[in-house]
């Protein structure tokens, strides 16, 4: 469903061109968002430890799961960014390890690193297939890590906003979505409103946090922490249509070097929140990074909820009426 007006979109779901002037900014500079490009990330965590500096948030422990080397485990309220640790036992795409190395086996060397033991043999056949195996030329097995700095969405229609009582989620005219934590009265209806589980309250007061796209720093022409900090350029911060196209450019590349795989998250004005402010470039499913497959924004249906509401109520009413009209 479309407004009357063709450029602006529909105000629940759907393509929206000008989110900020949806939001009542006539001559706001053009949308800012975070492209991720997880094939660069070496999980150092700098946008974590930048992000929490910047922004004073408070510690939030080192609770491992047990699983990975991942001590934040997920996006929180003391977490605004999330840098995710995923073992895979495969190799990346169509890339091979030792390329350009045929007459060296740079896995047998490493393993000899400052040790004098020969180079490991083949895997026995009795081996566990999901067991870690000893590399050797022949038959080895492959690892590759799988890492994903996670961020808020900044979502073209975010329903966090939506069903804000309160008004301490408002879009800036950055279009990105930010909370005002002395407005916020903890009610925690954005918390089961968001599609991907990203707000959340802090259990001292019940106030609800999350990225706000460093707003200040963007208010002063700088780029958010978190993006200045990162290495490799895996956190890219900038206008969303330019980035965008980088984006679609570099799957182009990495599909033409045999990374078939790779695969963008959240970019298309089409999904089912309208575009996200801040996507992905993937090397597998979004389950696997712990991303929902298909997220919608949960008050697209709203209009039609509300009318099957009141003809709900309606009946009910001519019901009561007719009812009171049959008494003698």
């Not at 946008?47 to 001590?71: F, H, Q, R």
């Not at 963007?218 to 993006?227: D, F, K, Q």
Request: glycine share 10%; proline share 8%.
């Amino acid at each position: 469903m479309r407004d009357a007006d063709e450029g602006r979109g529909n105000a629940l779901y759907g393509p929206q061109p000008d989110v900020s002037g949806a939001a009542g900014y006539p001559d706001a500079p053009p949308r800012v968002g975070f492209f991720t490009d997880t094939s660069v990330c070496i999980g150092c965590k700098a946008c974590e430890v930048a992000c929490k500096e910047w922004n004073a948030i408070p510690a939030d422990g080192l609770g491992l799961t047990g699983m990975s080397y991942d001590n934040t485990r997920g996006l929180g309220a003391d977490s605004w960014r999330h840098v995710a640790f995923v073992e895979q036992r495969r190799p990346l795409g169509g890339q091979e390890p030792g390329v350009a190395h045929d007459d060296v086996d740079v896995f047998a060397a490493a393993s000899r690193l400052g040790t004098d033991a020969p180079a490991p043999g083949p895997a026995p056949e009795t081996a566990p297939a999901e067991r870690i195996s000893p590399l050797s030329p022949e038959g080895r097995t492959e690892l590759r890590w799988l890492m994903s700095s996670d961020v808020c969405k900044h979502c073209t229609h975010a329903a966090c906003l939506d069903v804000c009582p309160t008004g301490a989620l408002f879009r800036t005219e950055f279009g990105t979505v930010v909370v005002q934590e002395d407005v916020c009265n903890g009610c925690g209806y954005c918390v089961s409103a968001c599609p991907y589980g990203v707000i959340d309250q802090r259990e001292d007061d019940g106030r609800v946090w999350k990225c706000t796209l460093c707003y200040d720093r963007l208010g002063v022409g700088m780029e958010p922490a978190c993006a200045k900090s990162c290495p490799t350029d895996s956190i890219q911060f900038g206008p969303l249509e330019e980035l965008r196209e980088r984006a679609r450019e570099r799957v182009a590349r990495l599909h033409a070097a045999g990374v078939t795989d790779a695969r963008l998250y959240g970019e298309s004005p089409d999904d089912g929140v309208g575009g996200a402010g801040a996507f992905f470039l993937l090397l597998d499913e979004p389950e696997v990074y712990g991303l929902p497959p298909d997220p919608v924004v949960t008050t697209r249906d709203l209009p039609g909820m509300w009318r099957h509401a009141a003809v709900a109520a309606a009946s009910l009413v001519a019901l009561a009426a007719a009812g009171f009209a049959r008494r003698p």
